[in-house]
């Protein structure tokens, strides 16, 4: 299975936080990351995405192709950011788009098998695989990238 994280864009301050709006800079980073990604996820990745309207409009520079998850938005668990996404069962490839702290919060959890607050830059995209090699299963953290890296 793939897990793909990736944390929206730069969004403007306000309120309510479900509201806030991306800025120019934030639009930027997120058409960059969508270009990168377009041509490298698998075929039917199902795309999950956070209720705000932040990233709601990450996703929208990817695709119009995606699903709404109330379980992955601004107070977001990693177990209900697991559990949505059906890691490392569920097979395929599941496109998260959500928000701090969780999303740190999870990679730390796959990388380490303890949740802690890993800082992950708005914007960017952190890819793992679940593979079995030798009867034994691993997490494999596959790419790290900024918007600015592009």
């Known amino acids: 299975m793939e897990l793909i ?3 929206h864009a730069e969004a403007a301050e306000g309120l309510p936080d479900t509201s806030r709006v991306l800025t120019e800079k934030g639009r930027r980073q997120a058409e960059r ?8 996820l698998p075929q039917n990745t199902r795309i999950l995405v956070s209720p705000a309207v932040r990233a709601q409009q990450t996703a ?3 695709t119009s192709q995606f699903i709404t998850a109330p379980n992955i938005g601004l107070h977001a668990t990693p177990e209900t950011a697991i559990a949505t996404a ?11 788009v959500g928000h701090q702290p969780w999303l740190g919060a999870l990679a730390a959890l796959l990388m380490t098998g303890h949740a802690d ?3 992950i830059k708005k914007g960017s995209v952190w890819w793992f ?3 079995e090699r030798e009867g034994d299963y691993q997490t494999v953290l ?4 900024a918007p600015d890296q592009l």
Not at 86 to 96: D, E, I, Q, S, T
Not at 142 to 145: E, H, K, M, S, T
Request: avoid cysteine; proline fraction near 3%; glycine fraction near 12%.
């Open 5 to 7: 994280l990736w944390r």
């Open 33 to 40: 990351m969508a270009a990168f990604l377009s041509g490298r």
């Open 60 to 62: 929208s520079a990817l």
């Open 86 to 96: 059906g890691w490392p069962m569920a097979g395929g490839a599941v496109l998260l």
């Open 117 to 119: 607050y890993w800082s």
């Open 129 to 131: 695989s679940r593979r």
């Open 142 to 145: 596959r790419l790290v990238i």
